[in-house]
């Protein structure tokens, strides 16, 4: 698909190191550059304006060339359990969302990787929406930079977990996925630790055996979502191209890192998917892999043409895949802000109050 109104090439967020050597050129001593990559990632300095150890001709000339490119908050909306959904305006325009889910301890960021989605699964939101385009990695690393910063959040201590799980599917946009991946894991930058990265996919078979030799990666996650071929087809079309037993094989193939497991997603639709029967083929489809199971009741959106499964079925599906490996309820958060997993749609406050 063609991107419509792409962004500015060159941005300040988005550059490593050597990046930013190219953008100084020759010129310049090479240790300007690191002194530049970390004022804006370490340090967390708003622009070239700020970082005081620069030459005064040095920061009004790359001010005048090279726009830092963070996200501006165009809107935010609080949920009562806490949860913060940020409507964010990019450069050229477009908005995607990012939302901050504190927790005791620590706080979970789930940020976009495209300007909405392609992939069109049936009980998702942000399908409706279609595909605006691929983010750059500066936007991606920059929802966790921005946010970051608004909230005083310390990258340096283990307290940030990343999912990359909000708008769009990271796997069509792997290569910007994997820089921003890079310089959110740096030390020498955000230093957030690649265990607390998260990356979920619908599952685009070749892009996941790249991902797996990719030195610097995420953690992987893959939405399940049904317990055969026939009723995934129906609930992700994707899965005409990309079929679940190839897949499962795909996932086989996945090469783990030593204190790495692969992480099974599965929105249970009421009537749909949530049956004993698909919860033991599940069960069996999972069999041998090193993995856990999240469960995720639907989280219900207009649009949507299936209901949330009552809690005693959820209860009852949960048990049975729980007899062959861990299986996890996941709390909605954000609910009555359209932030749960699957509802960012880009909802606006005319579109909340109404749906209230």
Not at 11 to 24: K, N, P, Q, S
Not at 47 to 63: D, F, H, M, N, V
Not at 131 to 157: C, F, K, P, Y
Not at 235 to 256: G, S, V, W
Request: hydrophobic fraction near 40%.
């Amino acid at each position: 698909m063609k991107e419509v109104n792409a962004p500015p090439a060159n941005t300040l967020v988005g550059m490593e190191i050597a990046d930013i050597e190219r953008a100084l050129g020759p010129s310049e001593p090479r240790f300007r550059a690191r002194q530049i990559y970390q004022a804006i990632y370490q340090q967390r300095l708003p622009g070239l304006e700020s970082i005081s150890g620069l030459p005064k001709a040095l920061r009004t000339r790359l001010a005048e060339t090279l726009p830092t490119g963070l996200p501006v908050p165009e809107r935010f909306y609080d949920s009562a359990d806490g949860t913060r959904r940020y409507l964010l305006k990019l450069a050229d325009g477009k908005t995607i969302e990012t939302v901050l889910m504190p927790e005791e301890g620590r706080v979970t960021l789930c940020i976009s990787t495209q300007a909405g989605c392609p992939v069109n699964c049936k009980f998702c939101l942000t399908a409706l929406i279609g595909l605006d385009r691929n983010l750059t990695a500066g936007e991606i690393a920059g929802q966790v930079l921005l946010l970051a910063t608004l909230h005083g959040l310390s990258h340096s201590e283990g307290r940030i977990n990343i999912v990359m799980m909000g708008q769009g599917e990271p796997l069509l946009n792997l290569d910007n996925v994997l820089k921003a991946t890079r310089l959110l894991t740096d030390p020498a930058g955000m230093a957030i630790a690649p265990r607390r990265i998260t990356l979920s996919t619908s599952g685009i078979i070749p892009k996941i055996a790249e991902l797996g030799a990719a030195p610097v990666r995420p953690k992987l996650a893959i939405s399940l979502n049904a317990s055969t071929e026939e009723q995934r087809r129906e609930l992700m079309p994707i899965t005409r191209k990309y079929h679940l037993r190839d897949l499962l094989e795909a996932c086989r193939a996945y090469p783990l890192r030593p204190w790495e497991k692969l992480t099974f997603e599965y929105v249970l639709l009421g009537g749909v998917n949530d049956t004993d029967a698909d919860a033991r083929r599940v069960g069996k489809l999972l069999a041998g892999l090193n993995c856990t199971v999240n469960l995720i009741a639907l989280n219900p959106g207009p649009g949507i043409p299936y209901e949330t499964p009552r809690p005693e079925r959820v209860a009852a599906f949960q048990e049975i895949v729980r007899r062959g490996m861990p299986c996890f309820l996941r709390k909605p958060r954000g609910l009555d802000i359209f932030a749960a997993c699957g509802q960012l749609k880009r909802m606006a406050d005319q579109d909340l109050v109404h749906l209230a």
